[in-house]
């Protein structure tokens, strides 16, 4: 479990206390409940990461768009709801060359618009001669993007680098230099869940 789900868990048990004390044990239910939650959506298992020239999947839930950007771009758009595990993922090892952020709205995070209009963070990492993009979109609920790499960071495929809280999305763009191994409707895990395979070497500087 990340940190957070340790501040939110203490504080609503607390509070649950103090209102069984000093005034029901029934109205103390919904803040415990909400404590048991957020211990909950914040857990954070370990994941085997696959080996080899592949990209994974950078969270945990459902493959609801495909999208063919043009000039052999291809995006990825991953929907996590709130019970899905909410910690990103690198989808490949590199170096990190650059990250936006970029204010927006708060559609529903299914959405095709959420690409583009939503609150969101773009990390893009240089892999191996090419470059993919991951992008953390904030949702109808999720008001707090957090990421903890920056420009010039080495990472690996798989590592954590952050979240989003309480139901989001996550896109994923990828070159020509790579074949999709999923389509609309699978399921996918963050770190573990092959997401395309990569079928070139042309180098990108």
Not at 24 to 37: K, Q, R
Not at 117 to 124: F, L, P, R
Not at 171 to 176: A, E, I, T
Request: glycine content about 10%; overall charge positive.
């Amino acid at each position: 479990m990340i940190r957070d789900g340790v501040y939110y868990g203490v504080g609503f048990g607390s509070a649950a206390l103090i209102v069984a004390f000093w005034l029901d044990a029934l109205m103390a239910l919904p803040l415990l409940a909400a404590g048991i939650f957020c211990v909950y959506f914040f857990r954070d298992p370990e994941r085997k990461v696959p080996e080899g020239s592949v990209a994974v999947s950078p969270a945990d839930g459902k493959v609801v768009h495909v999208c063919d950007l043009g000039d052999g771009v291809c995006r990825v758009s991953v929907f996590l709801n709130i019970f899905d595990v909410h910690v990103n993922r690198m989808p490949v090892s590199g170096v990190v060359t650059s990250m936006e952020y970029r204010p927006g709205s708060f559609k529903m995070a299914y959405l095709q618009d959420a690409s583009t209009q939503n609150e969101q963070n773009s990390v893009t990492i240089r892999a191996d001669g090419c470059h993919v993009t991951v992008k953390q979109i904030a949702g109808l609920i999720a008001r707090r993007i957090v990421c903890n790499k920056n420009v010039g960071d080495v990472v690996s495929k798989g590592e954590r680098f952050g979240l989003i809280k309480f139901g989001s999305r996550v896109d994923v763009c990828f070159g020509s230099e790579w074949e999709l191994a999923v389509s609309v409707g699978d399921r996918v895990l963050g770190g573990s869940s092959i997401m395309a395979r990569r079928v070139t070497t042309n180098l990108v500087k």
